[in-house]
């Protein structure tokens, strides 16, 4: 039950539900109900497409329990913990990007740009390239060995990009051009580590440093997912401060916001989403990179959106599954490819749209 | 920001009393730091002909440069150690170039001259060159390398500059990184599927200037020479543009042109560099900002200093590659990014930043 209320600023309408009130603007809102569709049906398709094909209308009955015995094997055993892997992945680097673009001020803030990824990636080639049989251990170890790496890896490398920016205070520039150069570091050692070992592993860890969702599981989705749960809310929550942070830091410490305690603990949250996802699916590029730019565009806000970035994010990595899945026959092309064949075509539409509007 | 950006020329503001100590104090500083650049080149050079893997007399360092007899230290420093530094001092002083142009025409402290499709253009070209017709040697990647440079960094300005008020910061840093990350999927879709190509193709992703044919020097030599004279010339631009768009079109400065001449220069500068060594990635990102440390924000000082330092940067990390991991090599964008980054960080924790 909205009440409106006439307001004196054009497109910025107050509305007041009970005790809780805010400002209605229905772009935003559009964006993100329209990604929401494009997310379920992306989704429904991933769990219907494959060998075994399964209609959507199947797929979403057998989802809530019905379906046959071969169906409901498909759906919960093979296909469902693997959409959701992506899903989850998707959200949480659309998500990260935000934050981190919002922080940095700079729309070429990514977790790729800050080292996040690349510490995670060098991580996990040293265990698959130096760990000799590592790389293809079979059970536990491959199953949790490689994603704990990557996820330690990834932290380490979030703390100390905060670490050496700090002085006195992190502040935003000094951030962004650590994390560059830290991310040039681990980059390189990446590199260089695929020179050292030979081909066949170098093949192994490119795989994986281009993001694969081969043989994703519910030991996968599980920690992922709780991970996720706990982070999420916490993340939206606070980020209600993420508007007053696009200003430069004299006008946030004017606003009376703690700066340094408010950056530190958004960019903690922001490596720790980055991080998790690389340690699921390895480190899918581009998209945190790229979706809150698109959500930005479509949405006609200021900054980028976190809602509508976690979900074009899940949106452009489930879809890219289905893709990489189906696509190519029996070659299964890393998701990783995907995400950019698909992501960078609308991103540039994008760009030239807006053009032609000022031009119009 | 203390730079006096005068764009008609800071000789007037020079006379001015108080602020003109400062000025000149500062040309002065600028002046020293070009000398003390230039020496530090000529010292790297040095040691990149002198010290290698193989361990070889001075006398006979001297008589392979001057009077060469043929023994196999003359050939070892004729064809293997001059070509490496020419190509290095190429390379580095192309990349630090390239990078001031790239961070000045978009604004932005974390554009790499590679951002703007032209390494992940050569890089494609490359793997073209290694999957389609197993050319395995340097001479045959270079054309294809370049040829794929330009294609990506045309396509990158083609999409940035649609719409009136042609290209912008935004839409140039974002239309280059899209393409880039497109076409880097395409070409880890042929590195994928093809072992031969990644074998190849993970060296070469290095980047090295251990060239394996002087031949090549020559080839790339114009291109070079012809990027840099005009990004020097467009140093003017982009010192008004530095000022804002609208301030740069109200002076009287020509955008359009100044924008599309920059991104010719990088261009051409990165994609030559790129096309001999593979993608360096690391100098034209840090080399900018450690030279604004000394020159301030003015781009006519930046960006000599900025190609003399790249220059420096590439040939003394390639000695330190020969150093360390003897008898093998490590290389140079490997060492360039274990030696440089920590220095980069330390330098961006210690002083104010100049900001773009």
Same mark, same amino acid.
């Given at each position: ?360 | ?230 990004? /020097?010339?467009? #140093?003017?631009? %982009?010192? *008004?543009?530095? !000022? =804002?768009?609208? &301030? +740069? $079109?109200?002076?009287?400065?020509? @955008? ?52 003399? /330092?790249?220059? #420096?940067?590439? %040939?003394? *990390?390639?000695? !330190? =590659?020969?150093? &360390? +991991? $003897?008898?093998?090599?490590?290389? @140079? ?24």
């Amino acid at each position: 039950m909205t009440q409106v209320v006439e307001s004196g600023v054009a497109g910025r309408r107050p509305a007041r539900l009970g005790p809780f009130s805010g400002v209605l603007r229905w772009r935003p809102l559009v964006a993100l109900l329209g990604g929401l569709v494009l997310l379920l049906a992306v989704f429904v398709l991933d769990v219907g497409l494959g060998e075994y094909q399964i209609s959507p209308v199947e797929v979403l009955q057998t989802l809530v329990g019905g379906g046959d015995r071969a169906q409901q094997i498909i759906v919960l055993e093979l296909r469902l913990p693997r959409a959701l892997t992506a899903l989850l992945v998707g959200a949480a680097l659309g998500l990260s990007g935000a934050i981190m673009q919002t922080l940095a001020r700079n729309p070429l803030a990514s977790p790729d740009m800050l080292g996040i990824t690349w510490g995670a990636g060098t991580a996990a080639t040293t265990v698959i390239v130096l760990g000799g049989t590592a790389g293809s251990l079979a059970g536990a170890l491959a199953d949790y060995g490689l994603p704990l790496v990557a996820l330690a890896g990834g932290l380490l490398t979030g703390i100390a990009v905060y670490g050496l920016a700090y002085r006195r205070g992190v502040d935003s520039y000094r951030l962004v051009l650590v994390g560059v150069g830290v991310s040039a570091l681990a980059g390189n050692a990446t590199y260089w580590l695929l020179t050292v070992g030979d081909v066949n592993e170098a093949g192994r860890a490119l795989v994986w440093l281009t993001g694969s969702l081969n043989a994703r599981g519910w030991e996968h989705v599980v920690p992922t997912a709780i991970a996720l749960c706990a982070l999420v809310p916490l993340t939206l929550i606070g980020a209600h401060v993420l508007g007053a942070l696009q200003f430069d830091d004299d006008t946030v410490r004017g606003l009376g916001i703690r700066t340094d305690l408010t950056r530190g603990v958004l960019l903690l949250a922001a490596v720790v989403l980055a991080s998790i996802a690389t340690a699921a699916a390895g480190p899918i590029q581009f998209v945190a990179l790229a979706t809150p730019q698109i959500a930005l565009r479509l949405a006609h806000t200021s900054r980028p959106p976190l809602l509508s970035s976690m979900v074009f994010g899940a949106a452009l990595v489930v879809g890219a599954d289905v893709i990489s899945r189906t696509a190519f026959g029996s070659l299964e092309l890393p998701v990783g490819i995907v995400t950019a064949i698909l992501g960078a075509p609308y991103l540039i539409y994008l760009l030239i749209r807006r053009y032609r509007e000022v031009r119009a | 920001m203390s730079g006096s950006l005068a764009v008609g020329g800071p000789r007037a503001a020079e006379q001015a009393a108080p602020g003109g100590a400062r000025l000149r104090e500062r040309r002065r500083r600028r002046l020293i730091g070009i000398a003390v650049l230039v020496v530090a080149l000529l010292v790297s050079c040095v040691l990149s002909v002198v010290v290698g893997a193989k361990t070889i007399p001075l006398a006979e360092v001297w008589s392979g440069l001057f009077a060469p007899t043929g023994t196999e230290n003359d050939l070892i420093i004729r064809e293997l150690r001059v070509p490496r530094t020419i190509v290095g001092v190429l390379a580095g002083a192309a990349l630090g170039l390239a990078g001031a142009l790239m961070q000045g025409h978009t604004r932005n402290p974390i554009a790499d001259p590679g951002i703007l499709g032209i390494t992940q253009g050569a890089a494609l070209g490359v793997v073209l060159a290694i999957y389609t017709f197993s050319v395995t040697t340097l001479v045959g990647f270079i054309w294809f390398g370049f040829a794929g440079a330009m294609l990506g960094a045309l396509a990158v300005f083609a999409i940035g500059s649609i719409g009136r008020g042609g290209p912008t910061p935004v839409t140039l840093a974002l239309a280059g990184t899209a393409i880039s990350f497109l076409l880097q999927a395409i070409t880890s879709a042929l590195v994928l599927t093809d072992q031969q190509t990644m074998d190849t193709y993970r060296f070469w992703k290095v980047g090295s200037i251990a060239v394996t044919d002087p031949s090549v020097i020559p080839q790339v030599l114009p291109f070079v020479l012809i990027g840099m004279v005009l990004a /020097l010339t467009n #140093a003017g631009g %982009l010192n *008004a543009l530095s !000022l =804002g768009e609208d &301030v +740069a $079109r109200s002076l009287g400065h020509r @955008v359009e042109w100044s924008r599309r001449a920059g991104i010719a220069a990088i261009a051409v500068l990165v994609g030559s560099a790129v096309a001999i060594c593979g993608p360096i990635g690391f100098v034209g990102l840090i080399v900018p900002h450690v030279a604004r440390f000394f020159t301030g924000a003015d781009y006519r000082w930046l960006l000599p200093f900025a190609g003399l /330092l790249g220059a #420096a940067l590439v %040939l003394l *990390a390639d000695v !330190l =590659g020969r150093i &360390v +991991a $003897r008898p093998s090599e490590v290389q @140079v964008g490997v060492m360039l990014a274990m030696v440089g980054a920590p220095f980069f960080i330390a330098l961006v924790r210690r002083r104010k930043m100049v900001r773009l």
